[in-house]
Every structure is written in C-alpha cells, then in structure tokens.
C-alpha cells in the first residue's frame, strides 16, 4: 500500500537553529500538507500545497515557517529559527483529486528543541 | 466554543464489546467527516470518511452522522485489543474551500484482553 514517507524520525535541535523536515508524499497525490501535533494537544493544520505553491496556511504558519517542493518527489518544511515551543511532532500527509478526501499521514518527525 | 468537541476518555472496555466514540461540531459549513486511528508516536491512519448524513459501515467498524445536531459517531464491533488506540474524528469544509482537516481532541481506548 502507499505511504508518506518522513525523515528524519526524531530530530533534536538548538534553540535558534535552523530545521528541515522532508516527506516524500504518495507520487500520484496532489496535494501535500504539513501538519503539528504538541504533546498531549490537538492535531493543527500548518499549511497546504497545490501546484507548486501554498494554497492555505493557518496562523501558525508565520514566517519563520516555509515549504518547497524542490523535485517531483520531495516536500519539506523549513523552521528557520527554532524556539523551544516549536518542539512537537510534525505529520505530513497528502491527498489525491477532488474526490478523495482521504488524506494519507506520514509517521512523523519529532522535533525537539532545546 | 470550540469548533470540534471529543470527549478525551480514557475509555476502557473489555474485549469484545461494542465502543461508541462521539464529536461534537460547531461549523455547519463542515461536510466531510472522517475517523482517524492513532497509535502512540504515529501518524494518524484513516479509517472511514462520510460525506452525507446517515450510516456507512466498514467491517466492525460503523460511522454515523446526524449534521442536523452536528454529531458524529464511530462504532467498534467485537473489539479486540489490536483496536487499543487514540481515535481522532476530523472535518472538512465543502468542496472548493478549505482544505484543511479541523481535528478534535482524539479519545484514547484501550481494549483489555
């Protein structure tokens, strides 16, 4: 079965620091996402990606956060400098056409900043 | 008020028996539902997604929805400990917008043996 891929697994940084998150999305998906999830809180949207560009992002999304697909295979998440409340797991996920709405989550990566 | 409620348990039940995992939303403009299964440290997995309201069933699993009291339900048949989990309910606008899956809080069930 198809899978997103994420790298790395666990991912332990200095405050400050700059981070890149990569996932490798299902190939014949659309559209790519990347989501947060704190410990013991709610799984957040961070931002969605069509067509080589963001079509949403939430608040949490400031510019201190960006994404790139920079081939036809990779999706990442840039956190420039990181601060300790950005310590988390960060899911990627993708989707297909229009009319399917399920998404398929990668395993994480989980960031810690110290 | 949040936007989506999920009571977050813990729920223990013994093997066997039938689970019911509920939501509550606020946003009418929510029009796809889904259930997601989360294991300790890993990415949430899809297990069923709705659009109408109604019943689809799926195996032991069986999803509900009534968007007329803006309640969604998940159904565990003849549990088994395998089923032990988080479960997250999730949402999304009509076709068009939004993108972005609103979760609720996820309940945690544990299956006992």
């Known amino acids: 079965e198809p899978e997103v891929t994420q790298t790395p697994s666990h991912q332990v940084t200095q405050m400050g620091q700059e981070v890149i998150l990569r996932c490798v999305p299902i190939?014949?998906?659309?559209?790519f996402y990347w989501y947060r999830q704190i410990l013991g809180q709610k799984v957040e949207f961070l931002v969605s990606?069509?067509?080589?560009?963001?079509?949403?992002k939430s608040e949490i999304f400031d510019d201190q956060f960006s994404v790139e697909r920079p081939d036809g295979s990779n999706f990442t998440l840039k956190i420039r400098s990181t601060k300790l409340e950005d310590s988390a797991m960060y899911f990627c996920?993708?989707?297909?056409?229009?009319?399917?709405?399920?998404?398929?989550f990668g395993s994480g990566t989980r960031l810690t900043v110290v | 008020q949040k936007e989506v409620e999920q009571d977050p348990g813990p729920l223990s039940v013994p093997e066997g028996a039938i689970v019911s995992l509920n939501c509550t939303y606020s946003?009418?403009?929510?029009?796809?539902f889904m259930w997601y299964r989360q294991y300790s440290r890993k990415g949430p997995e899809l297990l069923m997604y709705?659009?109408?309201?109604g019943n689809k069933e799926d195996g032991r699993f069986t999803a509900q929805v009534d968007k007329s009291s803006k309640y969604i339900s998940l159904f565990i048949r003849d549990s088994q400990p395998s089923d032990s989990a988080t479960y997250l309910c999730?949402?999304?606008?009509?076709?068009?917008?939004?993108?972005?899956?609103?979760f609720g809080s996820g309940t945690q069930l544990t299956v006992l043996p």
């Open positions: 946003n009418s403009a929510f029009q796809y």
């Open positions: 709705t659009y109408s309201s």
């Open positions: 999730a949402m999304l606008g009509p076709s068009g917008s939004a993108r972005q899956l609103t």
């Open positions: 990606f069509y067509n080589n560009e963001i079509s949403e």
């Open positions: 996920a993708s989707s297909g056409g229009t009319i399917n709405y399920g998404y398929t």
């Open positions: 190939s014949n998906h659309l559209y």
